[in-house]
Every structure is written in C-alpha cells, then in structure tokens.
C-alpha cells in the first residue's frame, strides 16, 4: 500500500522547464516501480516515463526521450520528472503512479495513482 501525492506543476512558456515531484507513504517505497503519464482534456491517457526499484532501468515515450529525465530517491521517498524544452503539446495534467514487480508502460498495468497536477505551456 502506497500513497502519492505530485507537486511542481504550473505555468510556464514554451522552451521552458519544469521539475515535478511525486511524494510517496507507505511501506517499502523501494520495492516499488514507478511511473509518470498524462492526460489532456479529451484525450487518452498516456505514457511519459517510468523508472525501476533501482533506478538503473529508465523507458521513455519517443515524444519525450531526450526532453524529459526520471528519477528516484528512496531515502527521500520520492520520484522526479525533470521537463525541458517544453511544448504547447505537453499541456496536461501529469500523474505519479507505483506498481509491485517490473517496470511497465501501460497504465492499466499500475496499482497506485496520485491526484495529479496541472501543467500547461503557453506559446
């Protein structure tokens, strides 16, 4: 069982940055995979990025491989999306999910979800 909770959205350019932080309770966060997608209005839900217990193993979505980076801090409890080169395109709200066992890219596949937070891009 596992709690998440995302900050670190808002506003901001395009070319812009923005890192987001997702802050997780519960026991053995380590044990977890963990995962970030997205979901603007009147779209699907997508893939963004997603990160193994160790953090050795990291996949991204081709749009944004190369722009974004995930990454973990088990002592803090805590995965992060640093976002660069922003596009009016990533307008949406992001969210923070866990999953037991490997690390997947299919949101179906995750057990824990965040609320999520806004980032929109302007042009």
């Known amino acids: 069982q596992v709690q998440l909770v995302e900050s670190g959205g808002g506003l901001v350019q395009a070319g812009g940055s923005l890192r987001l932080s997702c802050a997780a309770s519960g026991r053995t966060f380590s044990a977890y995979a963990m995962g970030w997608f997205r979901q603007a209005p009147g779209k699907e839900r997508e893939f963004v990025a997603a990160i193994q217990w160790s953090g050795a193993i990291t996949y991204y979505a081709d749009s944004m491989r190369g722009r974004f980076t995930i990454s973990r801090d088990n002592d803090k409890n805590t995965v992060y999306l640093q976002m660069n080169s922003l596009k009016p395109e990533d307008t949406a709200v992001y969210y923070c999910?866990?999953?037991?066992?490997?690390?997947?890219?299919?949101?179906?596949?995750?057990?824990?979800w965040g609320q999520g937070t806004q980032v929109t891009v302007s042009s």
């Open positions: 999910a866990a999953r037991v066992g490997v690390v997947r890219t299919n949101w179906m596949e995750y057990d824990y």
